[in-house]
């Protein structure tokens, strides 16, 4: 059995849509560790709640290098296979990155690579965009730029804000995020360049 490694920084509701599939056997897994980097992050207190092992490591005052050690120390103890970033605000260094090559996933609320970075469904609303939607990608040294694993679409209303665009692409997010957890866990993809395919 494999053992996955949540990072978060907030409300970790991708975090709960992984856990439920995990419990449902429809991720074949284990949640091994849930990290935040905040010790207030909603997601943390219902990793505790769900009896996941769940460890705050304080991200202030530290430098990137020796944060990221910290917290690859912590997933490598718990045996993590594929560490998935569910809402986890902060940059990974090389350092993090090269200790889980091609074994970190990422999922970003926009169609990359439109709008990297923070608030890319307001980016979204203010570029004018008909269609945005959400990507899994793999994660590499550079900004949200890792091969996509998976993406899904939805459309941009006229009445939209950022509240009720971010709603109908979180629902995206929760889909997507278990089904590209599904193809690493089940080691069903390779890659190919920049591009992510089934392995046949
Ligand atoms: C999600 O919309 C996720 O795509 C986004 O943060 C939210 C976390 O929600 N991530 C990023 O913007 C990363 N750049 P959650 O805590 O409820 O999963």
Known sequence: MKNIGILLSGRGSNFEAIARNVSAGKIQAKIALVVSNRGQAPGLETACKMGLRTLFIASKGKEREVYDQEVVAAL??????LVCLAGFMRILSPVFVRAFPGRILNIHPALL???PGL????QALDYGVKFSGCTV??????MDTGPIVRQAVVPVL???????????ILAEEHRIYSEAVCLM???????EGRRVVLKK
């Open 76 to 81: 490598k103890g718990a045996q993590v296979d």
């Open 113 to 115: 690579p439109a709008f």
């Open 119 to 122: 608030d890319a469904q307001k």
């Open 137 to 142: 990608h793999i994660v590499d040294e550079g």
């Open 158 to 168: 006229d009445e939209d804000t950022v509240e009720t665009l971010s709603a109908r």
């Open 185 to 191: 866990i089940e080691d069903k993809i390779r890659i």
